[in-house]
């Protein structure tokens, strides 16, 4: 008799026939993920669909696969999203791992989101940001809806920096079009999981993609021909239409690259740009408005590094350090990418006495490690001190706070974002005070979250601008 020995898959709940785990996971996908790992462990298995689905909840189990097995869960699983609208999974985001996501990754990284270019939008970044502190200075006293104003801001900046011009203003229903396209793809599709069922298009999603992907295209096919019939200023920032037109045409690229993936790449980091420091901002804004004392010690930091005289500038951020704290904090509570984006492993694999099938989604539950209380004492209480008596960091090297992943997946976006959420937070903490409105104490401010393809607030922020703290209304600097 051959006894054959069973491969010992990680602990997890029993699933039902085809369904799988499907039934257990409902709106609230982090919390009901959460409750089913404390019962089955920080490295756990589910079946959704007929999908294998490995869930990491510890920083330990979050290291196993993001450090020590990266290679093999660098891969990305198929979505009928990344088919429909983002070019066949021509995108950076969502393209399987191999040579060409190899190629894109070093395109983004060296030219599309290098230090030099970052650095070369920050006057422009300066200007979105003037105009906004010059809307809330002629809204003192007003009740503002913030929410609203940063999400617009950071549109206006996406738009700028990746095709040059803010046509977000233009009456294109491009925002309303992004916006969509992040709901569908957030949304749980049948064909995702049970892909036979893909074809009868129950839920209506596959058609809406087709649908939505065609004003998407028309409008990338405009800028794209916009700019290649526009007048070059050479003293302009180049955006990154001209930067991905320049490589196209140029055949440098050591791997294919047409229209279609220069489109793919625009509509990715558009997407990835829009709402994810916009997300930050305003839950780490939230944080303060609910600890006065923290706000203070905040404008008190920004008094003695930067002055009442003047706006904070980037090359103030680094000598901030109470806002680097209250930023991690932010992150460490409210990750933007709760769940990273799913990972797919490319072979089999053993992890920790495990073995891990080829073909296995992976999860990484950053909302969960964040709200241990094995790691993180009292995890429920907004403490930026915390960060004092460790220096724990929010780059992918402590898997403690992962808010932009880690390995070869991590962010590629994650210097401009940071600059991005850290510029927002100290200027508006510093230019002005800030009151609630209908007679609102901190604690009532609204913390529920909703679960989409970044975990937004429910609801909008509203407050008021109460003075303007600065000296000058101009920015002397
Ligand atoms: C506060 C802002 C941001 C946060 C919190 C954030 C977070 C993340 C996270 C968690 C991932 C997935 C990591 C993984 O799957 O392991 C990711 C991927 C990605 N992000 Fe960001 N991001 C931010 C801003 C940006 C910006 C501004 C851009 C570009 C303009 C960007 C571009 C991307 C791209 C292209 C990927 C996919 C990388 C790949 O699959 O190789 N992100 N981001």
Avoid at 106 to 128: D, G, P, V, W, Y
Avoid at 272 to 299: C, F, G
Avoid at 379 to 388: G, I, Q, S, T, V
Wanted: proline share 5%.
């Amino acid at each position: 008799l051959i006894c054959k020995k069973k491969k010992k898959i990680p602990p997890g709940p029993r699933g039902l026939p085809l369904i799988g785990n499907l039934h257990m996971v409902g709106k609230n996908i982090l919390h009901d993920l959460h409750k089913i790992a404390k019962k089955y462990g920080p490295i756990m298995s589910m079946r959704l669909g007929l999908v294998p689905v490995i869930v990491a909840s510890s920083p330990y189990a979050a290291q196993q696969f993001l450090k020590n097995h990266d290679l093999v869960f660098s891969s990305r699983p198929y979505s009928e999203v990344s088919q429909y609208i983002f070019y066949d999974q021509r995108n950076l985001v969502s393209s399987k791992y191999g040579p060409y996501w190899r190629n894109m990754r070093k395109l983004c990284t060296l030219q599309l989101l290098s230090n030099a270019k970052i650095h070369s939008f920050q006057s422009m970044r300066k200007q979105e940001l003037e105009i906004l502190v010059d809307f809330l200075k002629q809204h003192r006293g007003v009740v503002v809806d913030l929410t609203d104003k940063i999400s617009s801001f950071s549109a206006n900046m996406s738009c700028l920096m990746i095709f040059g011009k803010k046509y977000m203003d233009e009456d294109l229903g491009i925002n309303e079009l992004v916006k969509e396209t992040m709901c569908i793809a957030a949304r749980p599709k049948l064909g995702d999981y049970i892909p036979f069922l893909g074809v009868f298009d129950l839920q209506g999603l596959s058609r809406r993609m087709k649908e939505l992907a065609k004003p998407l295209d028309e409008f990338l096919e405009r800028v794209i021909d916009e700019h290649l019939h526009k007048f070059s200023d050479k003293n302009q920032a180049k955006d990154i239409v001209d930067t991905l037109m320049a490589i196209m045409h140029s055949n440098e690229a050591e791997f294919e690259f047409d229209h279609r993936h220069v489109k793919a790449v625009l509509l990715d980091l558009l997407v990835a740009s829009m709402d994810t420091s916009s997300t930050a901002v305003e839950w780490i804004l939230s944080e303060v408005l609910r600890h006065p004392d923290v706000m203070k010690k905040l404008q008190n930091e920004m008094e003695r590094v930067v002055g009442r005289n003047r706006m904070v500038e980037e090359m103030d951020l680094e000598s901030l350090e109470y806002l680097d704290m209250v930023i991690k904090e932010g992150f460490r509570l409210h990750p933007v990418a709760p769940l990273l984006i799913p990972h797919e492993s490319i072979e089999d694999c053993r992890v920790d006495d495990f073995h891990i099938r080829k073909g296995s989604r992976l999860l990484i539950n950053v909302w969960a490690i964040g709200r241990d209380p094995n790691v993180w004492p009292e995890p429920e209480k907004f403490k930026p001190e915390r960060f004092l008596e460790c220096n724990i960091d929010l780059r992918g090297r402590d898997f403690q706070l992962l808010p932009f992943g880690s390995g070869r997946r991590s962010c590629p976006g994650m210097q401009l974002g940071l600059t991005i959420v850290r510029l927002l937070v100290a200027q508006l903490v510093h230019c002005f005070d800030w009151e609630l409105p209908n007679g609102m104490i901190p604690k009532d401010v609204d913390m529920t979250e909703k679960f989409g393809l970044v975990l937004a607030r429910a609801q909008h922020l509203m407050v008021i601008p109460k003075s303007y703290r600065l000296k000058f209304s101009q920015n002397k600097c």
